[in-house]
């Protein structure tokens, strides 16, 4: 059984020798051509004119276009949008931030393009730009026609009638994604004007998709192939649309293969990155900082084009209770339009942004109750799991809404269900025994109380330490993607061929899902072949986001090699006399009746009776329904839980800052390989950790983005990791039944990084003499940290 | 005017301003050398000249001339792979693999800096050989960017290969 075990990733040998094939890589013919796009110098402005003829006559060039070639060429400027249709491939006529594509080159080099694209001469009549949420607030700039409010109980009832209240309100930066492959697509066109695109994308359906629409091609016309990508995190979901069809108009142009890559600069000049946001909350509460009511605002700055936004919205709304029970809650949501880089998906997507403004409000309230910020964490938690399995199938209806609850303040009790603010019952949370567990494993209490021992004595350095926990949804809110399929092959000296509609870019989702097919039939991992993803193959993919590629193409592909083994024990028994059911597949074997036979044997004898050995599988996930607009029903399966904790030290003289130490425990149901997962938690933890502290995006009062390169845009180093750093899984069966019990583990640990935020801001509050609520803005870089400090101690 | 790559001598290119990245990349389609950047600022174009690590994106091709240029395809022979490729995979030091080449080339020459005595910037005193810790390598392997956040089993991967050629 190769379920569960801790492999190590599928094409590990070709990594560590460089025979690993991304898609700048792949040997193109002679003839190939080579993409830049020339973008706009201003943030916002009416084109007045453009000449492009130095471009034209520049070295190497064959071919250059602006929207109004492409409308001329092709009735119409291609749309690079997933769904809005607002996202022309050139900028028509306005350009809408600095950066936005404004024409195409292509040259028979990648350094002659690029050089040439820096001849464009383009004439605006700027217009005013709003950079800001400040901005686009006053001039009531935004998509959809007002905010979304979502709301359960009489939140502002509530927190008048608490005891306590707190009020605040802090900013949130957005996150490069800086995969280190940056964005790259390549062109071969085919016969009878068929398109081959290779792209380093994570949703090749929509590169298909696109593709065909731009080239007025049906899907069946492109065929659209990744092996793996150079990282993702979100920000292959849609940007990388514009480079695939761009490649795709200069093959039907020119009769060649054309690839194009953004080099670092560009490609943080032109992509979307995380959404940053402002956060404003209300909370009222009583002494023990058990909460009554709730209130947030989200201003979230959406950039230019409406891209993912929407759903990135929707998700920071869903997390906005992150693992606390709140009786009352009104959520707002403002989707910003400015002339700035179309926000776009980001691990977790938009959940982290909502999660940080829950355990914010915590911290807020321990502060004001005077209590250790677990202990009202703790208050907090929703009821903890009961016992069984859960139900079969069918949407479980919303439960009580009844307002007011009897006794706000009441305790709760195991077993009972409680609901989230958009309704849905919470049957399976386990945040409390994991933080139980956490707490003693990383010697929590004893640590706090040393740190305050320590911090008296230490006049310029101070120590933080904090825990927060998880509690992720998991499954796509638009409910049709939750689908995926799968082929499967057999052939007949017993090798086995497997496809599925997820995309690998490091997180080992190709290992997982061959770990399921070689489970099913018996045999061992290496035996599966494992295939690059290819349109040709599975058709109508979701993006492989939402942590959900092995839930739904793990599941797709158990059906493929289920459907595939009982056709082969259904034939083998029949030459056997005996029944289906009593045929074995184990150890690289079959055993039937009293004969034992090798896999490739009995694939052998299958296929020469006539049994057919290829299947597709299929899974869409069950139980989900929901309501969007209204903000009620059932959007998750289930939902993944972690905790962490994290000391951190800082200089309160510069606001400098380290992590100095980082416990982990985090649940991925029954692991489906154990040393994939720890590599994702770590990675992701890094990465949360990041966001909030020292990956700071700036723009210019112009709308330029000043910090477009790893010169200026830190992300975290290798000494910047924990010196201690613990992480252990919370391997216990998911209660849904997904793909061997397990659960999704892209995104959730993510947000483990938020417990390095609520560390410094306890550092932070160590500098004072505790009257003083650390405001503190994230992400909370020295200089962030500093003026923190500056204000905490004014009171001392 | 020539540059010997993985043990085999190969004529300069033509165009006196192409980087060495380029050069191996395009001229020798030798693609297992990334380009993360191309400005000296991540660390996946890290390749061995004469046994010191480079980043060959802020490196002119003309600038090997008459050395020994070693690529991630140039540390192991056949299926038979370097001490730090096998520990790589045995620590899964890397998720998307895509820095992964450079962090290999740069642990390479870094373990000798190491075992040279070098210090860096963590190191306490500096009247004696820098101590190999763990400490050490993070500080040391901190120009090479790591997205997925494999640093754990990077850190692992080099400690391991160290204590086993220190023993
Ligand atoms: S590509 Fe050379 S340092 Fe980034
Ligand atoms: S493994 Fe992806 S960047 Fe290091």
């Known amino acids: 059984m190769s379920m569960g075990k801790p492999l190590p990733h599928d094409a590990a040998p070709l990594h560590v020798s460089g025979a690993a094939r991304y898609v700048d890589d792949i040997p193109l013919p002679a003839n190939a051509l080579h993409l830049a796009f020339g973008l706009s110098t201003i943030a916002h402005g009416e084109i007045t004119a453009m000449d492009l003829s130095a471009v034209r006559a520049a070295p190497g060039v064959i071919g250059v276009w602006s929207a109004d070639d492409l409308r001329a060429r092709f009735g119409a400027v291609p749309d690079c949008s997933p769904s809005a249709h607002d996202e022309p491939l050139l900028a028509d006529g306005v350009v809408k931030y600095l950066g936005h594509p404004a024409f195409l080159v292509a040259a028979t080099s990648h350094l002659a393009a ?134 795709a108009l200069v093959s039907l142009e020119t009769g060649r293969p054309a690839k194009m890559r953004y080099d670092r600069d560009d490609d943080m000049m032109i992509t979307g990155k995380r959404h940053d946001l402002r956060i404003l909350y209300r909370a009222g509460f009583d002494a023990e900082g058990r909460i009554a009511g709730v209130e947030f605002t989200h201003l979230m700055r959406c950039g230019w084009a409406q891209d993912l936004s929407l759903p990135v919205a929707d998700r920071a709304m869903l997390h906005s209770d992150n693992c606390y029970f709140l009786p009352a809650i009104r959520i707002e949501s403002h989707r910003l339009r400015t002339h700035t880089q179309s926000a776009t998906a980001y691990r977790g997507f938009g959940g982290p942004q909502g999660m940080v403004g829950i355990e914010r409000v915590i911290d807020h309230v321990a502060h004001a109750v005077g209590r250790d910020p677990v202990a009202v964490r703790q208050v907090n938690f929703y009821a903890p799991m009961g016992e069984g399995p859960a139900e079969a199938g069918g949407a479980s209806p919303p439960r009580s809404t009844n307002w007011p609850p009897e006794d706000i303040f009441r305790q709760k009790k195991a077993g009972e269900i409680q609901t989230t603010p958009y309704h849905m019952p919470v049957e399976d949370f386990v945040g409390d025994a994991m933080v139980a567990d956490l707490l003693a494993s990383s010697d929590y209490h004893a640590r706090r109380a040393a740190i305050s021992d320590w911090n008296r ?119 056997h006399q005996t029944t289906a059911n009593t045929v074995r597949f184990e150890d690289g074997h079959v055993h039937v009746g009293a004969e034992v036979l090798g896999f490739a044997e009995a694939a052998a004898r299958v296929y020469a009776a006539r049994v057919s050995l290829s299947s597709t599988g299929f899974y869409a996930t069950p139980k989900i329904i929901w309501d969007r607009k209204r903000g009620t029903g059932r959007p998750f399966l289930y939902f993944a839980y972690g905790a962490a904790v994290t000391e951190v030290v800082i200089d309160r003289l510069t606001g400098e800052n380290r992590i100095l130490r980082t416990d982990i425990l985090h649940d991925t149901g029954s692991s489906l390989n154990p040393a994939l997962d720890i590599g994702q938690v770590e990675g992701a933890y890094v990465q949360g950790a990041g966001w909030l502290t020292m990956e700071e995006l700036v723009w210019d009062a112009k709308g330029a983005l000043r910090t477009h390169a790893p010169s ?59 009257s003083v609520y650390p405001a503190l803005d994230a992400p909370a870089t020295p200089e962030r940290v500093l003026a923190a400090v500056k204000r905490v101690a004014r009171d001392v | 005017m020539a540059i010997t ?113 070098m210090p860096s910037s963590v190191t306490g005193d500096l009247s004696r050989p820098a101590p190999l810790t763990a400490e050490e390598i993070r500080e040391r392997m901190s120009g090479n960017l790591c997205r997925c956040g494999a640093h754990n089993g990077i850190i692992a991967a080099i400690l391991q290969v160290a204590q086993e050629g220190a023993a």
Request: aromatic letters at 4%.
């Open chain 1, 114 to 247: 690029r050089k040439a694209a820096r001849l464009g001469r383009i004439d605006y009549r700027e217009l005013p730009a709003l950079l800001t949420v400040d901005d686009a607030l006053a001039a009531d700039s935004r998509f959809e026609d007002g905010p979304v409010i979502w709301q359960k109980g009489d939140a502002s009832t509530a927190i008048a009638a608490a005891p306590h209240q707190v009020q605040g309100s802090f900013e949130v930066g957005g996150q490069e994604h800086f995969y280190l492959e940056g964005q790259v697509a390549a062109c071969l066109p085919q016969d009878g004007g068929e398109l081959v695109i290779h792209s380093s994308t994570q949703h090749p359906t929509e590169i298909q998709h696109k593709v065909a629409h731009a080239a007025h091609l049906p899907m069946s016309a492109v065929r659209v192939e990744v092996r793996r990508m150079g990282g993702g995190f979100g920000g292959k979901e849609s940007q990388g649309n514009h480079l695939a069809i761009a490649c």
């Open chain 1, 457 to 575: 004595n230490s006049p310029i350095l101070k120590r933080g330490i904090a825990l927060s926990p998880v509690k992720f949804g998991i499954s796509f809110t638009l409910t049709h993607l939750n689908q995926a399929g799968a082929l499967v092959h057999v052939y007949q000296d017993g090798s086995i061929q497997l496809n599925h509609g997820g995309t690998e870019m490091g997180q080992g989702l190709f290992q997982k899902v061959a770990q399921v097919v070689a489970g099913v039939f018996g045999v061992d991992a290496a035996v599966i072949r494992i295939t690059a993803t290819d349109t040709g193959k599975v058709p109508n993919t979701s993006a492989t986001a939402a942590s959900s590629g092995s839930d739904l193409n793990g599941m797709a592909a158990r059906a493929a090699a289920l459907t595939i083994r009982d056709r082969m024990a259904d034939c083998l028994a029949l030459q």
């Open chain 2, 5 to 117: 790559i993985n043990g085999t001598e190969v004529p300069l290119p033509e165009d006196p301003r192409m980087s060495l990245a380029e050069f191996l990349r395009d001229g020798l389609h030798l693609t297992g050398t990334k380009i993360g950047c191309n400005q000296g600022g991540c660390g996946a174009c890290t390749v061995l000249i004469d046994g010191q690590r480079v980043l060959s994106c802020l490196t002119l091709a003309v600038q090997a001339e008459g050395r020994e240029v070693t690529t991630i395809e140039g540390l192991s022979s056949g299926d038979d792979l370097h001490p730090l490729q096998e520990a790589f995979i045995a620590h899964d030091g890397f998720q998307c693999g895509y820095c992964t080449p450079g962090q290999i080339c740069a642990a390479t020459a870094m373990l000798r800096e190491l075992a040279e005595g």
């Open chain 1, 712 to 770: 200026t845009y830190k992300i975290p180093a290798c000494s910047d990791r924990p010196p201690v750093f613990n992480v252990r899984l919370w391997n216990r069966p998911n209660r849904e039944d997904t793909v061997g019990r397990s659960k999704a583990v892209g995104e959730p640990p993510f947000m483990l990084g938020i417990s390095t935020f609520l560390a410094l801001s306890d550092a932070v509050a160590a500098c004072g003499d505790g």
